[in-house]
């Protein structure tokens, strides 16, 4: 839900925020200094596990909550459990979502190891699961095996580049005819999309709808402003949930401009002008991507994850942005309406959707912040 910064400067005052960062221009340069190291320092470590943890703890995963924790007691062997304080129950009642970050997690370590010469062995739940809700009983194990002859994953090569771009899109640049069979890489789940001008056209009204009803719904926004990260400090301090960083955000933060209170109020510019810009994203797709599984039980949730990462980093290397759209996929009550909707259009025969995108060319953006591999490492 973060907020597009062209849309959100045109929206609040510009003029008085130009002023603003003028006068203020030692704060609207500050950066975070550790949030983004992770990127930066992804595939160091004497062992092959810390080599593919570093990379795995950039995978994409809702709220950028990075609800991962490893245990690595036993040599040569991961354990990866979730850490339950970094649930979303409001929009994520039944930790759906989180489920397939932590497939994510587990499908990049897995590329990371295979362009390491390790071959890795994963075994879902190997203690059980409850398909209602996430325990701290392990999510996997996975055994590491050194093994030359394994093949490299070539869409590994993307990884640092991989992005989820919440900014507006080009409306002036379609997507090239073959975009979609690029990116058909799903090995479980079923992949399909669009890039029909009506149909897009179509799903932008409904993503659109989706959006509202999950910031217009006090328990499910709350939620993501808990989350809301403002400027270099907070991201630093807290490098997940959902961050405003640069100099726009650095001077809104410091006064006053843009504050959890203000995001709430909905009487508010800073509300109405966050409204305006989640919505310019929504506008601006120029395609959409999803993916469906016969069956939604955890196993399948970690598969899905395996796939998203395939779809996304082939996105990457295509050139092409992407930014999932997942509010009409959330099961909570006031979301059933569309949820219904979605399904029948998607999965009228059967099955669940658990992943949807919009697609087309955006602007560079940032990488997300990232807590280092250290803090997610638990007796080891």
Not at 67 to 84: A, S
Not at 133 to 150: E, G, I, K, N, W
Not at 312 to 333: C, D, K, M, R
Request: charged share 20%.
């Amino acid at each position: 839900m973060t907020l597009s910064r062209r849309k959100t400067l045109a929206l609040i005052g510009g003029g008085v925020i130009l002023a603003a960062t003028g006068s203020l221009g030692a704060v609207a340069l500050r950066k975070p200094r550790t949030a983004g190291l992770p990127w930066t320092t992804a595939g160091q470590g004497a062992d092959a596990r810390h080599r593919a943890l570093s990379y795995a703890i950039l995978a994409p995963n809702p709220h950028n909550r990075q609800p991962w924790l490893v245990d690595l007691r036993e040599p040569g062997i991961v354990t990866l459990y979730v850490d339950t304080a970094k649930l979303l129950p409001h929009t994520d009642p039944f930790s759906r979502q989180i489920t397939i970050g932590l497939g994510c997690f587990l499908e990049l370590m897995r590329m990371a190891a295979s362009h390491d010469g390790h071959r890795v062995s994963i075994t879902p739940f190997p203690e059980g699961h409850d398909d209602q809700a996430l325990d701290a009983r392990p999510v996997a194990r996975a055994v590491f095996t050194a093994d030359p002859s394994v093949t490299p994953d070539p869409l590994f090569a993307h990884v640092l580049d991989r992005r989820s771009n919440k900014e507006p899109f080009d409306m002036e640049r379609p997507l090239p005819a073959d975009t979609l069979a690029a990116l058909d890489v799903a090995q479980s789940g079923r992949f399909g999309g669009t890039i029909e001008p009506m149909e897009v056209a179509n799903w932008r009204t409904f993503t659109r709808e989706a959006l509202r009803i999950e910031i217009e719904t006090a328990h499910t926004y709350q939620e993501s402003v808990d989350l809301f990260r403002i400027g270099r400090a907070e991201v630093d301090a807290n490098p997940d949930g959902i961050d405003f960083t640069g100099p726009l955000f650095e001077v809104m933060g410091t006064t006053g401009l843009f504050t959890r209170d203000a995001a709430l109020d909905r009487s508010s510019q800073a509300y109405k002008a966050g409204l305006d810009a989640v919505f310019a994203n929504t506008d601006t797709a120029m395609g959409h991507v999803w993916l469906v599984t016969e069956g939604n039980t955890r196993l399948d949730q970690i598969a899905t994850g395996a796939d998203w990462l395939r779809v996304n980093l082939a996105a990457t290397g295509a050139g092409v942005a992407f930014q999932p759209l997942s509010q009409a996929l959330q099961e909570y009550p006031e979301m059933a309406v569309l949820y219904t909707d979605l399904h029948a259009r998607l999965a009228p025969t059967g099955g669940t959707v658990q992943m949807l995108a919009r697609i087309g060319y955006g602007p560079a953006v940032a990488a997300s912040p990232r807590w280092p591999l250290e803090a997610k490492i638990v007796d080891a």
